[in-house]
């Protein structure tokens, strides 16, 4: 088998987790949810639950995942062998799958509109932009074509292996993408009229903040994350035992935060500088932006690098997810990487075909009331990824020791952490999160 391969620097890993976590739901959920939950007030319990919530669960991927040095899988089995915890490192690969398969979906959509913007099809104010959207996804091939050429490229990069393919791309995209955002927002905030998307954003109103507000901030806090996937856990097994845990996991979240909070600043203020209502998901960036750019002087080149960085979001993203079920087959099939990727990327397609088909002529396939992609869409966010997330946590808090925890969260005793912050993770990881991740499970099937 070959040698397990490894990140090379601290940075590369910070960079290849931020890749993760900086995806679609940075730019098309998190600026809307914080608009419409109180501004301000809003970014202030999100942050709140990243700390108390989303870190430690963080944490324990990490130290889970580290101290196998392996497969989410095969982890399990080295750390409790003998025992059904496999079965969380098999339910977290079929959740990656599950969700690249729609992700690359939307992926070859971003290609799509990013050529679109190329070849100037957002310069025409009279264009119908739901119009164009609804024919771009319910084609019968070209969707499959971008689909596969996202699939691809990120094919490509987890061919190169981890530190000559994710650490070294990402090495490059991630600068690239913050620096593509901080233009776009620049311009968006320099827009007459730009004020009322910065008061939408920011201007804080305790008022709008309810029960649901807390329950909206910690599903976006975990996808946004990617806590839960064993993507984290992946991630961390090719991570060197010297480096310091903690400190790279608040890194991930603050650049994962930063990001969102100026992808809102890139997109708010135009959108409200035109009076066009603020909406989110696939909506707000292929129909409502698409009305913005056309309106805007030099709308087309603003598109263009618009639909980049939407591209490179995700690419990173759909790499981590697939890198996940990549290092299962070569570890415990014992075939070699390029054969992995081979074999992982196929299904990949063969069910992002569906999802696609699923936008247009298979539109009429119903599975439990829903079409293929919302189906998947919904099966992994309401049940696969709260359940990773719950099992992953209670491994770390009550099957592993707690001294092994420990020992695996200092780096052997190297990285100091203050005794009150560590009784806090504890607490957190065996007792607090459960119970959250149980509520909003229950939340999500009512
Ligand atoms: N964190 C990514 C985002 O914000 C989404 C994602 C989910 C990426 C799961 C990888 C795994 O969009």
Not at 129 to 152: C, E, H, I, K, W
Not at 415 to 422: E, F, G, V
Request: net charge positive.
């Amino acid at each position: 088998m070959e040698k397990r391969d490894s990140f090379a620097s601290s940075f590369g890993v910070l960079v290849a987790m931020a890749g993760s976590a900086v995806g679609l739901g940075n730019l098309w959920r998190f600026p809307y949810l914080v608009g419409t939950n109180g501004g301000a007030a809003f970014i202030i319990i999100y942050l709140a639950i990243i700390a108390v919530l989303a870190l430690p669960i963080m944490y324990s991927e990490f130290v889970v995942g580290r101290r196998a040095q392996s497969n989410v899988y095969g982890a399990f089995k080295k750390l409790a062998p003998g025992t059904k915890w496999g079965i969380t490192g098999l339910l977290a690969i079929l959740c990656c799958i599950l969700i690249v398969s729609f992700y690359s979906v939307v992926g070859g959509w971003t290609i799509d509109y990013m050529l679109k913007a190329i070849g100037g099809e957002f310069s025409s104010q009279s264009t119908a932009f739901d119009g164009l959207f609804a024919q771009t996804v319910s084609s019968n091939y070209r969707p499959l074509v971008f689909m596969l050429l996202f699939v691809g490229s990120s094919a490509a990069v987890l061919l190169a292996g981890v530190k000559d393919g994710i650490e070294k791309y990402s090495k490059v995209l991630m600068p690239l993408l913050f620096l593509m955002v901080i233009v776009i927002a620049v311009r968006s905030v320099t827009l007459p009229g730009a004020s009322s998307g910065i008061d939408f954003l920011f201007k804080p109103d305790f008022s709008k903040v309810t029960a649901n507000t807390f329950l909206d901030a910690l599903g976006q806090a975990f996808f946004s994350l990617s806590v839960g996937f064993g993507i984290i856990f992946t991630y961390a097994s090719y991570v060197n035992r010297n480096e310091n845990l903690v400190s790279m996991s608040v890194q991930t979240s603050c650049a994962d935060t930063l990001f969102a909070i100026i992808a809102g600043v890139a997109i708010m203020p135009a959108v409200f500088a035109f009076g066009i209502e603020p909406a989110q998901g696939p909506g707000l960036v292929f129909v409502t932006l698409p009305y913005v750019f056309a309106q805007l002087p030099l709308g087309s080149v603003m598109a263009a690098i618009f639909f980049f960085v939407l591209y490179v979001a995700a690419l990173t993203s759909a790499i981590s997810l697939l890198e996940v079920a990549v290092a299962y087959v070569i570890e415990e099939f014992k075939i070699s990487r390029r054969a992995s990727v081979l074999a992982v990327t196929t299904l990949v397609i063969v069910l992002g075909v569906f999802c696609s088909l699923s936008q247009g002529v298979l539109g009429d396939v119903k599975i439990l009331g829903n079409n293929i992609f919302d189906l998947f869409d919904k099966t992994t966010a309401n049940i696969l990824i709260p359940i990773g997330a719950l099992l992953i946590v209670l491994f770390a808090g009550w099957k592993m020791k707690k001294e092994d925890f420990i020992d695996e969260i200092t780096s052997g005793g190297k990285h100091k952490i203050n005794p009150l912050y560590l009784k806090i993770i504890i607490i957190s990881v065996k007792y607090v999160a459960p119970i959250v991740i149980g509520v909003i499970m229950i939340r999500s099937l009512i």
